[in-house]
């Protein structure tokens, strides 16, 4: 698509000369004679550029500037001057002018200007689009879950987004630390600066430290030159510490320190670099317990952990499970090009009961697996699932041993109930009147029993409504089947 360029002079003569030679070079142009007719161009129509002649009749170029930067800030505006008015030019470039052409001008001339001006247009709108795609990617509303507990997480992360005070995100491994750390700066007032991520997890201190605070030219052997670390590559935005657990006490003492007093010497480097940066440390392990243990330092744990988000293991939020596997259906249907793929009540049946040791991440590769080796199928069954998660599928009874732990009767009585409610409700069709019938319960109570234990009242994946719109949830069955 051609760029669009709007000249604005009275002399016809350079209205010619100028849309001759940028319409030669590929560019849409138009032209008018006043900046009335300018303003009325812009509002009417978006340019890429406007060149705008400093001399025009009635209303002078930099009140025509003026009006058009705050008409369409984004849209830059190339300032025409002769050689006794270049102090005026300056001073246009000051009010947001993105450059000038001094007449009588040289068209090698014009083309380098006008190139750098659409340049700087066409890198401001990319940062824009990636900014917000960014944003749109990284949202908390992008973090999938309807469960208290990823509700408490949401609520929380809004409140300190914008705050400067460090977080640390604990949970086991695959529940998403970094994404919430994402979320975290994407939406604080640090969004436009950048996100750097770190895993410290088995890199050995002297790499560590390079990598963090990089280093000064001689600083080794292989120092050849200054080399810029993590902490000022984040200065501005936040610096994302993945797994400290692994950290050494030497580097614990050197995080504390610039955590501290914002500041640290680079490798080899004897003056301070100070920085502006928002610490987010995330563990899979337990920090509190490696400091009572004195693997961790005390001073540090408790400057880390200010704001403390807590993410459950998956087996814990199984009411989410519905909706997490419908967003990676569609998210990998559609990276594949395929159709939405359905979900057999069966396959959602045994995803549920699985306990997901590996969390979120190994439910996506779950999902992206089967729809990767299912092509031209429509439903999803107990086939494509891996055979660990079918082998996982029968409900065993753990045996109370004398001197053991015990375990949790609620939750093995949970599990078997929801199991139960699944095998009705398959038989049944997913009618809830008739699955009530066969527990020999109210509908009410199975509703209610279905909202408890995390079982969607449609059913994921059940094929579409032929009929009229499907009921709000709880509510009576238009058609009197349910």
Known sequence: MKEKILIVDDDEGVRGILSRALGASGYQVSSVDSGEKAIASVRETPHDLVILDMVLPRVDG??????????RPE????MITGHASVETAIKAIKMGASDYLVKPFRMEEVDLVVGKALERTRLRRENVYLRRQLESTYGVQNIIGQSPEMRRIFSLIEQVASSRSTVLITGPSGTGKEMV??????NGERRSRPFVSVNCGGIPDTLLEDELFGHVKGAFTDAVGDRAGRFEAADGGTLFLDELGNMSQSMQIKLLRVIQEREFFPLGGTKPVSVDVRVIGASNVDLRKMMEEGQFREDLYYRLNVIHIKLPPLRDRREDLPLLIQHFLAKYCGEMNVPLKRLRPEALRALVDYAWPGNVRQLENVIERAVALSFG????????????????GAVEVPVLQIGGDGFSLDEVL???EQRMLYRALEHAGWVKTRAAELLKIKRTTLIEKMKRLGIPLKGAGEPPSRGPSPPVEGSADPAGRD
């Open 62 to 71: 930099l009140a025509v500037l003026k009006d058009l930067h705050a008409l």
């Open 75 to 78: 849209t830059p505006v190339l």
């Open 414 to 416: 949970a599990s078997y």
């Open 377 to 392: 199928k429509e439903e999803l069954g107990r086939e494509d699932l891996p055979r660990e998660i079918l082998d996982a």
């Open 181 to 186: 750390a994402r979320a975290l700066h994407f």
